[in-house]
Nanobody, 123 residues
Framework: QVQLVESGGGLVQAGGSLRLSCAAS????????MGWFRQAPGKEHEFVAA????????IYADSVKARFSISRDSAKNTMYLQMNSLKPEDTAVYYC????????????????WGQGTQVTVSS
């Protein structure tokens, strides 16, 4: 069973940047896809970005496209989310997960969420 630990969140002013990390214990297989979700207060989990482990193919939610960049380091079993031009509406707890796409919906294959990392963007 893969366990994921998120880190790198913090408080930043609008327009600033943060880099989140997701460290995995257990093996990530080449057929896996990993992704980031976020949850703002009172809202459901929202898909942010995903990356295929084997080829590094990426996909982004429209709300973060051109501002966020997802990447992975297979040797370190770690995934990253570089967030630039942050906006107050990006404020949320960010979670990483093994994911797959069911139609237009992205799902967390692990079935549960880790502790996440809080990102707060002040205006």
């Amino acid at each position: 069973q893969v366990q994921l630990v998120e880190s790198g969140g913090g408080l930043v002013q609008a327009g600033g940047s943060l880099r989140l990390s997701c460290a995995a214990s257990g093996r990530i297989f080449n057929f896996n896809t990993m992704g980031w979700f976020r949850q703002a207060p009172g809202k459901e989990h929202e898909f942010v970005a995903a990356i295929t482990w084997a080829h590094g193919t990426t996909i982004y939610a429209d709300s973060v496209k051109a501002r966020f960049s997802i990447s992975r380091d297979s040797a370190k079993n770690t995934m990253y989310l570089q967030m630039n031009s942050l906006k107050p509406e990006d404020t949320a707890v960010y979670y990483c997960a093994l994911v797959n796409q069911d139609g237009s919906r992205w799902r967390n294959l692990l079935g549960s969420w880790g502790q996440g990392t809080q990102v707060t963007v002040s205006s």
